[in-house]
């Protein structure tokens, strides 16, 4: 009889333990099919994927859930998609573009803050300069701030964009904007009384360039190495998504930069490799196949109204129009300033209006220092879902009527 017990319990432990390769089966081609749709109504296929990850989650069917291992798996899945950008990094633009790409990420970052801040107190009350109702205000502007412009990258890379002179900008001021937004987000958790010196932040992301600037000539000079001995062998796009690895986790777990940045680095300091282009297609093929899928379908799957009152529901149309229109009024106007036209200016202004897994990163961070409910994650997640949906569209809208040619 144990012998009996032991086999059933291990069947039913073993039944339990492949439930994912089922949520993993769903989502892929929840993600296809809808993708496919949305290619044929001429939108983006991100824009299909999300809305199926949206569809198969709590928020409508219920089918499939968040999970620790779709978490993961998206999590690779937009390290590889920023990867591939930094891959595909013009350098010449991107010497040319640095100064108004800082520009771009400052004014992308306190425009937001500063109408953040204002909308939240005049929901929920006003307070003086560090008060708590003040730094919870702030706070909210701070998650506004966040640029996660891995699926405009996806979006620029479908529509041939993203090596121009716009889409170079785009992704260098939101790595810019990263780091800009840790520096003001250790800034506010400081005031509250919890986490490390906003000094030793600074410190970290200058340190994190500095290393990753003079390993990567030298680990620049190796890969050459490899390529004139081994040019076009699966053993140098393996090798490119090593330090790709690597990179993300070092940034992350020594120098607190998002993980996404490591990954847009080490992008960079390959992409003019000989067999750049090679990695970036050897790379593609399992983004596009598995982990890009997950990755934008996970952002529909964390979806839920559970929580959602009149009160809440009114500051989060309005958390949602004013993050976005402040980053088109903050970097878009820096952008008329540097001297971009008009139309220009109004792409790199919407290019930076999508949020991701920074801005859910921030919201966790402030609901661990008490700086916000847990209710305050529903805006939240719209925000990513309505700018994740409107940006590739908005993009291929502007692209489509523009005269520029395509990268």
């Not at 892929?28 to 299909?48: M, N, Q, S, Y």
């Not at 966040?146 to 041939?160: D, F, N, P």
């Not at 003001?184 to 490390?196: C, H, R």
């Not at 990695?279 to 839920?304: N, Q, T």
Request: charged share 15%; glycine share 10%.
């Amino acid at each position: 009889m144990p012998l009996i017990g032991t086999s059933e319990n291990s069947e039913v432990i073993n039944m339990d333990s492949v439930g994912y390769l089922k949520d993993l089966a769903i989502i892929l081609l929840a993600a296809k099919v809808f993708g496919i749709c949305a290619r044929k109504l001429h939108a983006p296929e991100v824009v299909g994927e999300i809305l199926a990850g949206l569809i198969i989650g709590p928020a409508v069917l219920g089918i499939v859930s968040q999970s620790d291992f779709i978490s993961q798996m998206a999590e690779i899945g937009v390290v590889m998609l920023m990867f591939e950008a930094g891959l595909g990094t013009d350098m010449k633009k991107l010497k040319e573009t640095g100064l108004q790409a800082t520009a771009v990420a400052c004014a992308g970052v306190f425009v937001p803050i500063i109408l953040g801040t204002v909308l939240f107190m005049s929901f929920y009350g006003w307070g003086t300069p560090g008060s708590e109702q003040f730094l919870k205000g702030l706070f909210i502007g701070t998650i506004m701030a966040a640029t996660s412009v891995s699926i405009t990258v996806a979006a620029l890379k479908e529509l041939g964009r993203l090596s121009g002179t716009v889409g170079t900008t785009i992704v260098s001021a939101a790595i810019i904007d990263d780091v800009i937004g840790i520096v003001v987000l250790t800034f506010v958790l400081s005031a509250k009384g919890t986490d490390t010196s906003v000094w030793i932040i600074v410190f970290k992301a200058i340190a994190f360039f500095a290393i990753a600037i003079v390993s990567g000539f030298l680990v620049n000079k190796i890969f050459v190495w490899l390529d004139s001995r081994y040019e076009h062998t699966r053993r140098i796009p393996i090798a490119a998504l090593v330090y790709c690895l690597a990179m993300a986790y070092v940034a992350e777990k020594f120098f607190g930069i998002a993980d996404i940045t490591g990954a847009y680095v080490a992008g960079v300091v390959l992409c003019n490799l000989n067999d750049a282009k090679y990695v970036e297609r050897r790379v593609d093929i399992s983004a596009y196949m598995v982990f890009a899928p997950i990755f934008f379908a996970g952002i529909g799957l964390k979806v839920s109204f559970a929580s959602m009152d009149a009160r809440l529901m009114l500051f989060s149309v309005a958390f949602v129009i004013i993050a976005c229109v402040g980053k088109i009024i903050g970097c878009g106007g820096i952008a008329r300033i540097c001297r971009f036209n008009f139309s220009d200016s109004l792409k790199i202004g919407v290019g930076m209006m999508t949020r991701g897994e920074v801005a859910l990163i921030t919201a966790q961070k402030g609901l661990s220092a008490g700086l916000i409910a847990p209710e305050f994650f529903t805006p939240v997640i719209l925000l990513i879902l309505v700018s994740s949906i409107l940006v590739p569209i908005l993009l291929k809208q502007m692209f489509g009527h523009s005269g520029e040619a395509a990268a």
